[in-house]
C-alpha cells in the first residue's frame, strides 16, 4: 500500500503537480501508482477499477455487499478484498472512487465525513453524471479533494466494458488544482476529458440520458411493434436501419430526418397513429411527442416547409387533445 500523498522533495517521473498545493497548505505530489479504493462494486465501479488496475494504478480495496457486486469483485479486481465502505475509504490512501446510485451518494460522502474515514489530500472522486462538487463537500471539509469524474457510456458490468472505454469522453468537473491529476486519470483510462461546470452537471447528464437510455426505450418500442405486425426477428429488421439512422444523424444532424413526419405526411402518420391506438394505445403519446419534436426541428432545419406542415401540425394537435 503506498503511503498518502503528503510533502515530498521532488516531483518522480510521471508525478502530477498540483500548482495550487494540498488543501492544508503543504505541497505534495500525486504519485505515478495510486492507491485506490472503489465504494461500490456496481456495473461502473468495477469496471472502472479494473481499468485503473490495467493503467498501473493499485486497487487494494472495494465495497460490494450483494451477489452481483461480490461476483464483479472477484471477476474484475481478483484478489482484491471486499471491505465495508469505510474500510474502503481507510485503505483509499491516494484515490477513493465512490461509484454508487445518484441519490445515495450525499449521503454515503456524508457518512464518510462523519466517521473520519476521509483525510487531507486524500482525492475522493464520483462517478455520477447528474452531481457535480458541491455533492462532495462533506469531503472536502475534511480536506480532501474533490473530483467529478463521469464516463459517457453505458456498462454491462463485464469484461467487454474495457474494451469499449478506448476513446470515450468523461464528463469532468474539478477544482483548478486538480485539473492535471484529472487529466492524467482520464488518459491512463484511455479517454478524453470534457470540462463541465458546476451549474451545467444536470444539463450534461439529461442530454446522456435522453440519448442513450430513452433510445433503449425507443428501440425496444419498435421492437415490440414489430412483433405486433408479425415479424419474428425485429432485430434483424432494426438493426442495419437504426445503426445508419444513428450515424447519419452523428454526421448531419436534422438533415439525417427521414420518414412521413418530416415529409408532412399527415395522412400516414394518422393509419399510424389509429393502429397503434388499437394494438398498443401505451404507444400513442409518445409517438406524438417524437413526431411534434420531430415536426419542429425539421421546420427549424428548412427540411420541412411550414406550408407543408400544416395539415400534419393539425392533426397532431388533435390527436394530442384526444389522448
Known amino acids: 500500500m503506498s503511503a498518502p500523498l503528503r510533502p515530498r522533495p521532488a516531483a518522480p517521473p510521471g508525478a502530477v503537480v498540483p500548482p495550487g498545493g494540498a488543501p492544508t497548505g503543504a505541497p505534495f505530489v ?72 445518484d441519490d445515495a451518494l450525499a449521503a454515503v460522502v456524508a457518512g464518510l465525513a462523519e ?114 405486425a408479425g415479424v419474428t426477428s425485429p432485430e434483424k429488421v432494426l438493426a442495419p436501419l437504426l445503426r445508419a439512422a444513428l450515424e447519419n444523424a452523428l454526421r448531419y444532424g436534422d438533415d439525417a430526418l427521414t420518414g412521413p413526419v418530416s415529409r408532412g405526411d399527415a395522412g400516414t402518420v394518422r393509419r399510424h397513429l389509429a393502429r397503434l391506438a388499437e394494438t398498443a394505445p401505451e404507444s400513442v403519446a409518445p409517438y406524438l411527442v417524437l413526431a411534434r419534436r420531430s415536426a419542429d426541428r425539421a421546420m427549424a432545419a428548412g427540411r420541412l416547409r411550414p406550408v407543408d406542415a400544416e395539415s400534419l401540425l393539425d392533426l397532431l394537435t388533435e390527436m394530442e387533445v384526444a389522448a
Open 30 to 101: 500525486f504519485p505515478r501508482s495510486l492507491t485506490v479504493g472503489v465504494v461500490g462494486a456496481g456495473r461502473v465501479g468495477a469496471v472502472l477499477g479494473a481499468a485503473l488496475v490495467a493503467a498501473g494504478h493499485r486497487v487494494v480495496a472495494a465495497s460490494g455487499v450483494s451477489g452481483a457486486a461480490k461476483a464483479r469483485i472477484a471477476l474484475l479486481l481478483p484478489g482484491t478484498r471486499n471491505r465495508s465502505v469505510t474500510s474502503v475509504a481507510r485503505a483509499a490512501t491516494d484515490l477513493l472512487v465512490v461509484a454508487v446510485p
Open 115 to 228: 466517521t473520519g474515514a476521509l483525510r487531507p489530500g486524500q482525492v475522493v472522486a464520483h462517478a455520477s453524471g447528474a452531481h457535480g462538487l458541491a455533492v462532495l463537500a462533506p469531503a472536502a471539509a475534511a480536506g480532501a479533494y474533490p473530483l467529478a469524474l463521469h464516463p459517457a457510456m453505458t456498462f454491462a458490468g463485464t469484461p467487454d466494458d474495457l474494451g469499449r472505454l478506448a476513446g470515450i469522453s468523461y464528463g469532468v468537473t474539478a477544482p483548478a488544482e486538480l485539473r492535471p491529476l484529472a487529466a492524467r486519470l482520464v488518459a491512463d483510462l484511455g479517454g478524453v476529458p470534457e470540462w463541465v461546470g458546476e451549474a451545467d452537471r444536470p444539463l450534461y447528464h439529461a442530454a446522456l440520458a435522453h440519448g442513450a437510455n430513452h433510445l433503449v426505450t425507443l428501440v425496444n418500442e419498435a421492437a415490440d411493434r414489430l412483433r405486433d
